[in-house]
């Protein structure tokens, strides 16, 4: 597997763990779980950090669409939460480093 993704706690390369679905939805008092079945669910991506034990989660060929479209995917900063490029190499909006950036 050709992706890579950096741990966004300590920097760190992930470990690709494959894809699930999750089931969306919630319990319902009067049909209890009848209402998850209707909700459908959602295929993600799931990774892990060896250094850190963070565990992430991302939608399915989410990794595929952004190197396609050529777009740099986005974080946000835990900080001053400013959206920028995953590989800025500090903040734009308060400085804080990114632990991403290698």
Not at 86 to 102: A, E, V
Request: net charge negative.
């Amino acid at each position: 597997m050709s992706k890579i993704r950096k741990c966004a706690s300590c920097g760190a390369e992930m470990d690709f763990l494959g894809e699930e679905q999750i089931q969306l939805g919630q319990a319902g008092v009067v049909l209890g779980h009848l209402s998850n079945l209707l909700s459908g669910s959602l295929e993600v991506e799931i990774w892990a950090c060896p250094a850190c034990g963070k565990i992430e989660f991302y939608r399915q060929g989410s990794s595929e669409t952004w190197r396609e479209e050529g777009h740099m995917p986005q974080v946000i900063c835990c900080k001053c939460g400013t959206k920028h490029d995953l590989d800025d190499p500090k903040c734009p909006g308060c400085g804080l480093k990114n632990p991403n950036y290698s």
